[in-house]
């Protein structure tokens, strides 16, 4: 059969291909790569905390006391005492009554959305909303009903002519490919005039924003106002695993029905013991994020001021846009041969022709770091 064959060769032909850049060393501003230094502007590890010498510390003692693999599920025997701890103090964190920790981010969407809603909801979702929302409403079987980005008019339009008895809006807080933020105070009050539930995927968004990096809800002061919060441990807190946060019987509810809670070994305990560390780091970090959104909005200023296509925001993700999936290869690999790594972001990642350089920052990138990216593209570009 060729199927694969012929399949590969379209992806090919639309300069659409993908491959791995493989790092050796860890997940710093700088890394090696083929035994060269690169500057990196593309990682998630926003507070460089993936690198962080005491969460290494934590994690060795942990590594003598639990092992490494956890053994179980958490619902059979791969629940730990470190397992508690982290979801009561994410709970705190987050001001919700419960939280609860999947393996990873994907997989709390994927089965938070699955979990709750079935062929009687209808789901109303930003168009560019994450994947693994995406594919938590497939999976779910709800009606799907995707808004345009961040546009509130048709989105109440949408939920107007709904009919469905129950009704769900999800939206990503800080958008990973756009950077900017979803209106969350006008999209809460829809919520409240169509009685919809609303979640938000705040991947990005925790550890970044609001006061101690609690995230977009914090930010733009609207705890209480959002039923369920999920977000990622593997972005800014430097470690690995997702989250859901909110009422009790919610999360209670999540436990017992999510399938990618359920049925799957949970991860190593060394990792809750990390997070537990680098969310008392988080939550002390208003100085470096305050740096860190300074730097963005040193990089954007510039990048504009030299007319590049650049998305509007506030965050460390800043998307430069430059069309075709061949200009985007072409920028890249002309910043490798800089020793500079941001990598390009093609469909069907982003939408057709809205190929992108999807820079992001560090809090330890230096504006020396800055000037040279800002320097470099102005070259290429
Ligand atoms: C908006 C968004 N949601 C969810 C995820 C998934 O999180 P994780 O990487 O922890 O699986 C990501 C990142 O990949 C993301 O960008």
């Known amino acids: 059969m060729n199927f694969f064959k012929e399949e590969l060769e379209k992806i090919k032909q639309a300069d659409q291909d993908r491959n791995m850049t493989y790092l050796e060393s860890a997940q710093d501003s700088k890394v090696l790569i083929d035994g060269k230094e690169y500057l990196i502007f593309g990682s998630n590890n926003y507070l460089n905390l993936s690198n962080n010498r005491e969460i290494i510390e934590s994690v060795k003692d ?28 994410l709970a705190k964190f987050k001001g919700t009554e419960k939280a609860l920790v999947f393996n990873t981010g994907y997989m709390a969407n994927v089965g938070v959305i699955s979990a709750i809603c079935d062929r009687k909801w209808s789901i ?7 994947g693994s929302i995406v594919d938590g ?38 958008f990973s490919m756009d950077g900017d933020i979803a209106p969350l105070e006008e999209i809460s009050l ?10 938000i995927d705040d ?4 550890g970044v924003l609001g006061e101690n990096g609690k995230g977009t809800v914090s930010h733009l002061g609207l705890e209480g106002k959002v039923d369920i919060q999920v977000g990622t441990l593997s972005k800014a ?10 009422d009790a019987d919610m999360v209670d509810y999540v436990k017992n029905r999510a399938k990618s809670f359920i049925f799957a070994t949970s991860n190593p305990p060394l990792n809750s013991v990390a997070v537990l560390k680098s969310l008392e780091l988080v939550k002390n970090a208003d100085e470096k994020r305050k740096d860190l959104l300074e730097k963005s ?15 509007d925001g506030i965050t460390p993700i800043i998307a430069v846009v430059v069309g075709s999936s061949k200009e985007v290869l072409r920028i890249q690999n002309s910043l490798l041969e800089e020793g500079i790594y941001v990598p390009g972001i093609r469909p069907p990642t982003v939408p057709r022709n809205t190929g992108r350089l999807r820079i992001s920052l560090m809090s330890n990138h230096t504006y020396g770091d800055l000037d ?8 290429i570009l």
């Open 62 to 89: 942990a590594v003598d006391k639990y092992g490494y693999g956890s053994g179980g599920s958490r619902l059979t025997t791969g629940s730990y005492d470190v397992n508690r701890r982290l979801e009561e103090d």
């Open 124 to 130: 109303f979702s930003d168009r560019i909303n994450h």
């Open 137 to 174: 409403i497939v999976l779910s079987g709800a009606k799907f009903k995707r808004y345009k980005h961040n546009d509130i008019e048709d989105l109440k339009k949408l939920l107007s002519e709904d009919e469905s008895k129950y009704k769900l809006i999800v939206t990503d807080g800080v």
């Open 190 to 199: 829809l919520a409240k005039e169509y009685e919809a539930l609303l979640m």
């Open 203 to 206: 991947a990005h968004g925790v």
């Open 237 to 246: 807190f430097g470690c690995i695993g997702g989250y859901v946060a909110g």
């Open 297 to 311: 909005a040193y990089l954007r200023r510039k990048l504009k001021e030299k007319n590049f296509d650049v998305i």
């Open 372 to 379: 040279i990216l800002i320097k470099k593209l102005g070259e």
